[in-house]
């Protein structure tokens, strides 16, 4: 009698053998990844139509300021902006150059078929039923391929929401690469994925399909920093004592984003990232925060500024440490299977 072979999981742990090495000369790479996403107001309940997308000019800027660093953006794009033309007359260029790549970003609750109700729980897409979540996917996959002309090879979850079935419908719609494991995270207390202690190395999900996950990068850094994935969750309810920790140089979570993150943090989070030989350093942020007063993050102009100076701070400090950037074909072609 013969076992069936088990269904590709996300969320399952990887065994030794899954992690992902990379062919010699790859090197300590890192991404740049942006949800690139409408703009709604984080405080609020979820709805279908209360957004707007007054940022994506802004994006132009952006993406010229990353061909100026020599780095190539990975824009997750979801389904109100895949479907604004003015996303494709902005990045359609770079994108069909290659000096930028473009990927699937899921919000569920605003992309079709609009068939479940709207709330908290079915924020999650890996949390609705499969065909759902496989139609609302191919619905904005599709809408992106049309919009931007090449076919998207790259997924992340909105809300970092994956489930059961993600990974095969991922692996169907020939998907090489998800990043939505946020390791060091919890979104369980809202009906989410727990991510606290998946590493933070690739593996692969699904070998034989040639689904690798790509973790976003956050790492523990302070005198405590081994301790950190015991310590960490047990002090979530305690704020304060969190914040004392990371001031007395004891634990500190560090998440590699601008977002709520200075750059002498980030460049300590490079720095355990690297102490920890991580081949793949993978950067994220919001598209919303390239104009102020869209997050909680970018309020005014000089906090935009602050945001440039950030990314030329890490861009130099990257360069410092021999980390250069990698590109999403880079990447798949350098996996070896």
């Known amino acids: 009698m013969t076992t069936a072979p088990l269904s590709p999981q996300i969320l399952r742990f990887p065994a030794p053998d899954d992690f992902v090495t990379f062919a010699p000369g790859f090197g300590t790479r890192f991404v740049l990844t942006v949800d690139t996403e409408e703009e709604f107001d984080w405080s609020k309940p979820l709805d279908r139509t209360s957004h707007g997308l007054d940022h994506i000019p802004r ?11 020599g780095v190539k953006p990975i824009y997750l794009v979801d389904f109100p902006v895949a479907s604004d033309p003015r996303a494709a007359e902005v990045l359609g260029d770079a994108v069909r150059a290659g000096r930028a790549e473009i990927g699937v970003q899921l919000h569920p609750w605003v992309s079709p078929p609009h068939d479940e109700h709207v709330n908290v729980h079915n924020s999650f897409a890996g949390n609705l039923p499969a065909e759902l979540e496989r139609a609302k996917f191919r619905k904005l996959r599709d809408t992106i391929e049309q919009a931007f002309g090449v076919g998207p090879m790259i997924y992340r979850a909105g809300r970092y929401g994956v489930g059961p079935n993600t990974a095969a419908i991922l692996s169907d719609c020939a ?3 998800d990043t939505s494991v946020r390791s060091r995270f919890d979104y369980s207390s809202t009906g989410g994925p727990n991510f606290r202690d998946h ?4 593996w692969w999900i699904d070998r034989r399909g040639g689904l690798i ?7 523990f850094a302070g005198l405590l920093r081994q301790h950190g994935p015991a310590l960490y969750p047990a002090l979530w309810r305690v704020p304060r004592l969190r ?3 990371a001031h007395l140089g004891l634990l500190d979570r560090i998440p590699l984003t601008p977002e709520g993150v200075t ?3 980030a460049l300590t989070g490079i720095d355990m990232a690297l102490d920890d030989r991580l081949p793949l350093l993978v950067f994220s942020f919001h598209s919303p925060s390239l104009r102020p007063g869209l997050t909680p993050y970018v309020r005014s102009e000089e906090d935009l500024d602050l945001f440039y100076d950030w990314w030329r701070g890490v861009f130099a400090y990257l360069a410092h440490r021999g980390v250069a950037p990698a590109s999403v074909h880079e990447i798949i072609a350098a996996a070896q299977v």
């Open 59 to 69: 994006l132009a800027k952006f993406q010229q300021f990353c061909e100026g660093a």
């Open 175 to 177: 998907i090489a690469i």
């Open 199 to 202: 590493p933070l190395r690739p």
């Open 213 to 219: 996950e790509m973790p976003l990068t956050t790492v």
């Open 243 to 245: 914040g004392a920790l």
């Open 263 to 265: 750059l002498d943090e």
